[in-house]
C-alpha cells in the first residue's frame, strides 16, 4: 500500500466540498489511517471557488506540493482546470460534467470555455475520468446527494487507502435517517460511473 495519499477537492460554494472533505477524514480516522484534512473557501457562500485537501498516511501536513496529488475531485469543469497546478500524469482527475456558470459570464463580462475545451486540456495532463453527477443525484432521489456521487466515484478509483465500505459507512453515518436509502443509491450510482 501506498505511504501517502493525497486528493485535492475542488468546486463551488455550496456543492459539498467541505462536507465532502471532512467525511473523508472521518472515513480515514474510522480506518485508523492517519489524516490531515484543510479548506480553503473565501467566497464560497456567494459561490466562489471552494479547495479543500486531504492528505492520508504517513503526513505531516495539509498542504500540498505542485504536481503530487493522488486525485483532483472536482464538483465543477472549470475548478478542475482552475486547480490543474497539482496534478501530474499519474493523478487521476474525477470531474462532474455540469458547468455552473458564475454571474460574471450570466451578466455578459466573462466567457465560460468550452467544456470539452477543458475535457481536452484536463487530459492533456492527468488521467480524466468524466461523471455525469448530476443526473446520478437526481436518479438516486435528491441533487443534494451530488458531493456523494463524487465520493462513490472517487471510492471507485482505487487510490483511498482503505476499502469503499468504509467510506460509505462514514457517509451513511452523519446523514439523517431518512436519507441513507438516498445517498447509498449516489454512491453506489457514482462507483458505477467510473467502473464503467
Not at 482505487?158 to 454512491?187: H, M, R
Amino acid at each position: 500500500m501506498k505511504k501517502k495519499t493525497s486528493i485535492v477537492l475542488t468546486g463551488v460554494g455550496g456543492q459539498g466540498v467541505i462536507t465532502a472533505a471532512n467525511l473523508l477524514g472521518k472515513a480515514a480516522v474510522n480506518a485508523k489511517v492517519g489524516v490531515f484534512v484543510s479548506e480553503i473557501h473565501g467566497m464560497a457562500q456567494r459561490g466562489g471557488a471552494v479547495v479543500c485537501t486531504v492528505r492520508m498516511g504517513d503526513v505531516s501536513s495539509p498542504l500540498l506540493p505542485s504536481g503530487t496529488a493522488d486525485v483532483l475531485m472536482s464538483m465543477e469543469p472549470v475548478e478542475a482546470l482552475r486547480n490543474i497546478c497539482y496534478v501530474n500524469k499519474k493523478t487521476k482527475v474525477i470531474t462532474d460534467i455540469n458547468p455552473i456558470i458564475p454571474f460574471t459570464v450570466a451578466v455578459g463580462g466573462e466567457q465560460y470555455p468550452k467544456v470539452e475545451e477543458i475535457f481536452k486540456e484536463l487530459s492533456a495532463h492527468a488521467e480524466l475520468f468524466t461523471v455525469d453527477a448530476l443526473k446520478i443525484a437526481k436518479d438516486a432521489g435528491a441533487i443534494i446527494t451530488k458531493n456523494t456521487v463524487m465520493l462513490g466515484a472517487l471510492a471507485a478509483s482505487g487510490v483511498l487507502p482503505f476499502t469503499s465500505d468504509v467510506l460509505l459507512e462514514t457517509i451513511l453515518e452523519a446523514v439523517p435517517e431518512k436519507y441513507k436509502d438516498v445517498n447509498k443509491k449516489a454512491f453506489d450510482g457514482g462507483m458505477k460511473a467510473i467502473k464503467k
